[in-house]
């Protein structure tokens, strides 16, 4: 059997603050509302004088402002005063089961753990432990850089599923565990719901995490012998930054003389994240839906079935066609005006993948030809429709990601195209709650 730390993982020492307040501790992850400044400046309002994540974060809203160096600045003054005045109470030297109960009657099960960033990797086929899942955009990481690197503290926003069809691991330590007095529990602000956190630490519950965590390795080791234990599920981007701090700050250790007991040990090698089963039915996945403009409409449909094998017909309603793609895996929607008059076109195909990952390829392709035309992503259906009934527009409604074939997918084709799914609703996403002491 192996141990944790050659699963990648390892026992995190988890810092919360003394007294927690959660309603004006806790705000969401930093890259939601990136065009709302309102809802930004209403969470200052919330959290003003008091001690918040929000002081130890900068929201993505403000990346392109000019202040950008003194926010940073700001934000290590206060994570080490933190430290320095006592916000925090001691650490714990354990893992933390939580539940979460979003505003839209879903409670979605969680596991904080830490991982090892040797265990992880972005770049497309890798057979690391631990892999993203859509496509990294290299562009995105030098910012997020300057706000980790000599950071004090971490914040965890990064979500990692795992493949557990039977629910053991997340789902079966909470059956251990959530009888316990929690360590923490409490609304958060906004639309945000309400989270409650239990410690996961003795010997027992640590060894039964193992022991799971080997069963689940074991399912999903493929026949090269490598394991894919963990997907990057939220926090791509993140994690992706955490390991080039980590190779960097590396390289600066290993010139100065560090040794391999050096290096395991070393903070700044771990990220903070959290586990979420893939099965778990508090865990809602959406398609993300494309919209097309300035192409022949008939010319891409054509194009797609041939290139899927797919077979069309023309459907009555946006009601008939909406229906049809959802109950499939494989459907896909086409909604576009021709000659003043609404057309809705099925193409039904025998896709055994998650569909997105043969479809935007196709879509790419076809588009290198066609000089004005432009592709935007869409959320939600009545956005299919709404834009599909425009001049000089194809919108494509994707059908539901199938849970069962995301794994095999991404093991076999590499991570998915950009903007493939959502997972949940934005006020969904994660809180900043527990930190990690990150550079000394």
Same mark, same amino acid.
């Given at each position: 059997?192996?141990?944790?730390?050659?699963?990648?993982?390892?026992?995190?020492?988890?810092?919360?603050?003394?007294?927690?307040?959660?309603?004006?501790?806790?705000?969401?992850?930093?890259?939601?509302?990136?065009?709302?400044?309102?809802?930004?400046?209403?969470?200052?309002?919330?959290?003003?004088?008091?001690?918040?994540?929000?002081?130890?974060?900068?929201?993505?809203?403000?990346?392109?402002?000019?202040?950008?160096?003194?926010?940073?600045?700001?934000?290590?003054?206060?994570?080490?005063?933190?430290?320095?005045?006592?916000?925090?109470?001691?650490?714990?030297?354990?893992?933390?089961?939580?539940?979460?109960?979003?505003?839209?009657?879903?409670?979605?099960?969680?596991?904080?753990?830490?991982?090892?960033?040797?265990?992880?990797?972005?770049?497309?086929?890798?057979?690391?432990?631990?892999?993203?899942?859509?496509?990294?955009?290299?562009?995105?990481?030098?910012?997020?850089?300057?706000?980790?690197?000599?950071?004090?503290?971490?914040?965890?926003?990064?979500?990692?599923?795992?493949? %557990?069809?039977? $629910?053991? =691991?997340?789902?079966?330590?909470?059956? &251990?565990?959530? +009888?316990? !007095?929690?360590?923490?529990?409490?609304?958060?602000?906004?639309?945000?719901?309400?989270?409650?956190?239990?410690?996961?630490?003795?010997?027992?519950?640590?060894?039964?995490?193992?022991?799971?965590?080997?069963?689940?390795?074991?399912?999903?080791?493929?026949?090269?012998?490598?394991?894919?234990?963990?997907?990057?599920?939220?926090?791509?981007?993140?994690?992706?930054?955490?390991?080039?701090?980590?190779?960097?700050?590396?390289?600066?250790?290993?010139?100065?003389?560090?040794?391999?007991?050096?290096?395991?040990?070393?903070?700044?090698?771990?990220?903070?994240?959290?586990?979420?089963?893939?099965?778990?039915?508090?865990?809602?996945?959406?398609?993300?839906?494309?919209?097309?403009?300035?192409?022949?409409?008939? %010319?891409?449909? $054509?194009? =797609?079935?041939?290139?899927?094998?797919? &077979?069309?017909? +023309?459907? !009555?309603?946006?009601?008939?066609?909406?229906?049809?793609?959802?109950?499939?895996?494989?459907?896909?929607?086409?909604?576009?005006?021709?000659?003043?008059?609404?057309?809705?076109?099925?193409?039904?195909?025998?896709?055994?993948?998650?569909?997105?990952?043969?479809?935007?390829?196709?879509?790419?392709?076809?588009?290198?030809?066609?000089?004005?035309?432009?592709?935007?992503?869409?959320?939600?259906?009545?956005?299919?429709?709404?834009?599909?009934?425009?001049?000089?527009?194809?919108?494509?409604?994707?059908?539901?990601?199938?849970?069962?074939?995301?794994?095999?997918?991404?093991?076999?084709?590499?991570?998915?195209?950009?903007?493939?799914?959502?997972?949940?609703?934005?006020?969904?996403?994660?809180?900043?709650?527990?930190?990690? $002491?990150?550079?000394?």
């Amino acid at each position: 059997m192996k141990t944790l730390e050659q699963l990648g993982l390892r026992v995190p020492q988890i810092l919360l603050p003394k007294n927690i307040d959660i309603s004006s501790w806790s705000v969401i992850a930093c890259d939601q509302y990136t065009q709302d400044r309102d809802y930004w400046k209403k969470v200052e309002e919330n959290t003003k004088n008091k001690a918040s994540t929000l002081n130890l974060i900068l929201p993505e809203v403000y990346l392109n402002d000019g202040d950008k160096a003194q926010r940073i600045a700001k934000i290590r003054k206060t994570m080490k005063s933190y430290l320095d005045e006592g916000i925090f109470d001691k650490e714990i030297n354990g893992f933390i089961y939580l539940e979460r109960k979003t505003a839209f009657g879903r409670t979605r099960k969680g596991l904080i753990a830490q991982i090892d960033l040797e265990s992880y990797e972005w770049k497309p086929f890798s057979k690391a432990n631990i892999r993203a899942t859509e496509a990294t955009i290299i562009d995105r990481i030098p910012p997020r850089k300057e706000i980790r690197k000599g950071a004090p503290l971490e914040l965890p926003h990064i979500m990692l599923l795992v493949n %557990d069809k039977d $629910k053991k =691991l997340v789902e079966g330590i909470g059956q &251990k565990v959530n +009888q316990k !007095e929690p360590l923490y529990q409490g609304q958060l602000m906004s639309n945000g719901g309400s989270i409650c956190g239990w410690e996961v630490s003795s010997a027992e519950e640590i060894d039964y995490l193992t022991h799971t965590l080997n069963t689940i390795a074991e399912n999903n080791t493929s026949e090269d012998g490598s394991t894919f234990l963990f997907a990057v599920g939220d926090g791509n981007h993140s994690l992706a930054t955490a390991k080039a701090v980590w190779d960097e700050y590396k390289d600066e250790l290993i010139k100065n003389g560090a040794g391999e007991n050096d290096l395991k040990n070393n903070p700044v090698r771990y990220a903070l994240i959290e586990i979420v089963n893939i099965y778990d039915q508090g865990l809602t996945f959406e398609p993300i839906h494309r919209v097309i403009f300035n192409i022949k409409s008939e %010319d891409l449909i $054509k194009e =797609l079935s041939q290139k899927l094998q797919g &077979k069309c017909r +023309q459907v !009555e309603s946006a009601q008939e066609l909406e229906d049809a793609v959802k109950n499939s895996w494989a459907n896909f929607g086409f909604v576009f005006k021709e000659h003043g008059k609404q057309r809705y076109i099925l193409m039904q195909t025998q896709i055994k993948e998650l569909a997105v990952s043969r479809l935007q390829p196709e879509i790419d392709s076809f588009l290198k030809n066609c000089k004005d035309s432009e592709i935007d992503y869409i959320h939600g259906s009545q956005e299919v429709f709404r834009l599909g009934s425009q001049d000089k527009a194809l919108t494509i409604l994707l059908p539901p990601i199938a849970k069962d074939s995301f794994f095999d997918t991404i093991n076999g084709r590499g991570p998915l195209p950009r903007k493939s799914f959502s997972m949940g609703e934005a006020d969904e996403k994660r809180f900043y709650l527990e930190c990690r $002491k990150l550079f000394s």
